[in-house]
């Protein structure tokens, strides 16, 4: 069973600094890897995928994430930090083992604070 | 255009009380998807569809019935409304049953209170 772990339910950056959003995930099989963003009284916008084309991947509005084997780890970064990038960030795995209707499964979430 | 749209946004009502919710996706997509998100933003899958047929039923108690009429609709139905019922509830949509990197599309959600 794949499972996912975002560390840190809330990070706050100052607006233009460094944005470093942690994911590890657990799966019996090599996984798929999701980023979504949720903007308030919204739905989840897909930001990136790890398809196993490319560990490094790059995705909307300057997010990019690197799929990291030996760490188990899928970590989300962007360079610079907008005060529109606030929002709530989701990781999420989909397992290869079952088929793609099994539906992804999700981190419980992190909350993205920019301070002007 | 909107992708995938659910009514209503918002469901107020007491419980015991039957209500449903309606998601439609004009994407052209054979896998649709039903997801609960609880008051601590934690989102779990409870259903997923393929073409009209149920493919996943995550131990979601039997008060809760999808119905999908054709494969752009799947509406969830719920009986018996609890409390614990109270939640933000997301469609979502993605190409095909055997794809595990295909996107999901999900909807605005619906936002429903039992009181």
């Known amino acids: 069973a794949q499972s996912v772990t975002q560390l840190g339910s809330h990070v706050s950056v100052s607006e233009g600094a460094l944005v470093l959003l942690r994911c590890n995930y657990s799966s019996s099989v090599p996984p798929y890897l999701f980023w979504y963003v949720q903007y308030p009284n919204q739905g989840l916008q897909l930001l990136l995928k790890y398809t196993s084309a490319a560990t490094l991947v790059k995705g909307i509005n300057g997010f990019e994430a690197e799929f990291k084997k030996s760490e188990t780890s899928f970590h989300l970064t962007k360079p610079s930090a907008h005060m529109s990038d606030a929002a709530e960030y989701f990781c999420?795995?989909?397992?290869?083992?079952?088929?793609?209707?099994?539906?992804?499964?999700f981190g419980k979430g992190t909350h993205l604070i920019i301070q002007p | 255009d909107t992708a995938v749209s659910q009514t209503p946004k918002y469901l107020v009502t007491q419980m015991g009380n039957d209500k449903s919710i309606k998601c439609e996706q004009n994407?052209?997509?054979?896998?649709m998807y039903w997801y609960k998100q609880d008051s601590k933003k934690f989102l779990k899958i409870m259903f997923s569809?393929?073409?009209?047929?149920?493919?996943i039923n995550e131990t979601v108690p039997n008060r809760f019935s999808p119905k999908s009429p054709d494969k752009a609709h799947l509406n969830l139905h719920i009986n018996s409304l609890e409390l614990g019922d109270s939640a933000v509830y997301f469609c979502?949509?993605?190409?095909?049953?055997?794809?595990?990197?295909?996107?999901?599309?999900f909807g605005p959600g619906t936002r429903l209170t039992v009181l």
């Open positions: 569809y393929n073409n009209k047929e149920l493919i």
């Open positions: 979502a949509s993605s190409q095909d049953l055997n794809s595990h990197t295909d996107t999901q599309y």
């Open positions: 999420a795995v989909s397992d290869r083992s079952g088929g793609g209707a099994d539906g992804l499964t």
């Open positions: 994407l052209g997509h054979d896998t």
